[in-house]
Nanobody, 124 residues
């Protein structure tokens, strides 16, 4: 049974930091790329960050470059998203997603397993 379980969301003020974590089971975690997506009300789901199977390649959306950091621990089957200097426009539900590929993927269709999402709210 495949499970992706996110944790770490919450309500913070602009400029604060949050760390999201995702625990993965039922997948060959160390052989697949992982991503973090977000979806704000009335907007499409967008890729925020992605990391290759070994962590050697990472992708960031322009809107979060320099503020967010994606990392993974293949020994613990976890992927994390460190979010610094948060802005009100970062408010969204954040989803952890697993690809079926080893290398970084940037399209939603390349991710086949999803977590339930965790709410991040940034107040001004």
């Amino acid at each position: 049974q495949v499970q992706l379980v996110e944790s770490g969301g919450g309500l913070v003020q602009a400029g604060d930091s949050l760390r999201l974590s995702c625990a993965v089971s039922g997948l060959p975690f160390s052989n697949i790329a992982m991503g973090w997506f977000r979806q704000a009300p009335g907007k499409e789901r967008e890729l925020v960050a992605a990391i290759s199977w070994g962590g050697g390649s990472r992708y960031y959306a322009d809107s979060v470059k320099g503020r967010f950091t994606i990392s993974r621990d293949n020994a613990k089957n976890t992927v994390s998203l460190q979010m610094d200097s948060l802005k009100p426009e970062d408010t969204a539900v954040y989803y952890c997603a697993a690809s079926s590929f080893k290398l970084v993927r940037t399209t939603t269709d390349d991710y086949h397993y999803w977590g339930q999402g965790t709410q991040v709210t940034v107040s001004s």
